[in-house]
């Protein structure tokens, strides 16, 4: 089959050598062993749950198989728990929810894994450095399909399912090869929030759709609250606002910061075999249990800074097309291929030397105020200005009111978002793309706007550290 030809695989990377063990406290030893005692405990109860070493769904040729499955990825832990042995890559799809009933002349909702891919995106676990990197990909963005020519990449799933998908991502971000895959129909979110017993989350702004012959319906009021099962599938599925499928995209990675907030306490854990069983008529993978275990035995120990998020760096496309694509980038997604799956630019590195990291006056800064003051906008454009930041601009305001300021480094660049951090002197620093679009750093004004800059203010008169 031409659109899945092997392609050349690259040797594996050497598994990486236990990090050095701090000698634990008691108190912290005896947690250690009562999350992982559970954690062993929802480890043999899927197993027996499933009775089957993955939740694969879809029947693949050997050829797809070798595209979407690596090497073995886990070994026996702490009370003989999985546990990751190598950097892995996994490419998730969210298949369109939504086929055309003939006979009743409507859509429904179907359970599928053969329709267009809506929400496609790869993530790199990395147990050495305790990192998770997360790259979306526009289910608009323009790409050479091996097989098919240029189209819209959510059509890869329709005409060679995730060994085609995972083909045209290796040829778009220049060498990054799929480990794994996991397809999902948009009803797993529903069934999963519902069996967590609801997510809590901020909706950004009021969301209104009303759409009678997909049975859609969304009615979601701006603020911090706690959503059902339908209401967070509704806050994915919103892309009625001016970025279209990019806010869909930004409103997937706040949703994603939320679930992991939500799921990541030991009762939760503990609870992995019943929240799976909730949704496994829903997902299509070739991960086996052992490895889900060992995912998120890693993703319960990533600090909120090390969980990173980010965009397919691009453009909206103009007049020259007769369809709407996300334009590719391609000197931008060969950098952030390389920050985050250290994958290497074609003809874009030699030697070791990258691309030279942008000054402060290079940075372009948006400013978004979530406090309704004009005084906080002003002063901390005057305090960046002083600092050397050049090109500050106000952006859509924040909506809902934020207690804590949000620095978002939109482009990946968690080095800049940070310097920016320590010159305010106050906020958080976030690595995902819900910011400005085209900004490189986003600044979300929160309430503490005003403390923050005083603190920084009577520091820098008396030369002591805020």
Known sequence: MSATTPRYHRPRSRPVPPRARRRPTRLWFLLFMAVGFGSAVAGASLALLFGSPTL??????????RLVGGDRIVTGGYFGLPRLTQPVNIMVMGIKMLALD??????KRVNTFDGLADTILIARFEPDTRQVRALSIPRDTRVNIP???????????????PALTAHTLDMLLGGVEVDRYVRVNPMAVEALVDALGGITLTVPEDMRYQDDS??????????RQRLNGKQAMAFLLFRYDRLGDIGRIQRQQLFMRAFREE???PATLARLPQLLSAIQTYVDTNLTVEEIVALAGLVKEVQSDSFQMTLLPGQFSGQEYSASYWLPDETRVQTVAAQFFQARPAA?????EGETPPSLAQLRIAIQDSTDNPEAVAAVTDHLLGAGYRRIYEDVPWKVTLRQTQIIAQQGNLAAAQQLQGILGFGAVRVESTGELYSDLTI??????KYGLKAVTSSAQT???P
């Open 56 to 65: 694969q769904q879809a029947e693949l040729s050997p050829e797809e198989t």
């Open 102 to 107: 003939e006979q009743e002349g409507f859509q």
């Open 147 to 161: 097989g098919h020519g240029w189209s819209k990449i959510n059509a890869t799933n329709v005409w060679g399912g």
């Open 214 to 223: 997909q049975h859609l319906y969304i009615n979601l009021k701006a603020g």
């Open 263 to 265: 799921v990541l306490t």
């Open 348 to 352: 874009a590195l030699s030697e070791g």
């Open 444 to 449: 979300q004004v929160g309430q503490d706007w």
């Open 463 to 465: 030369g002591e550290r």
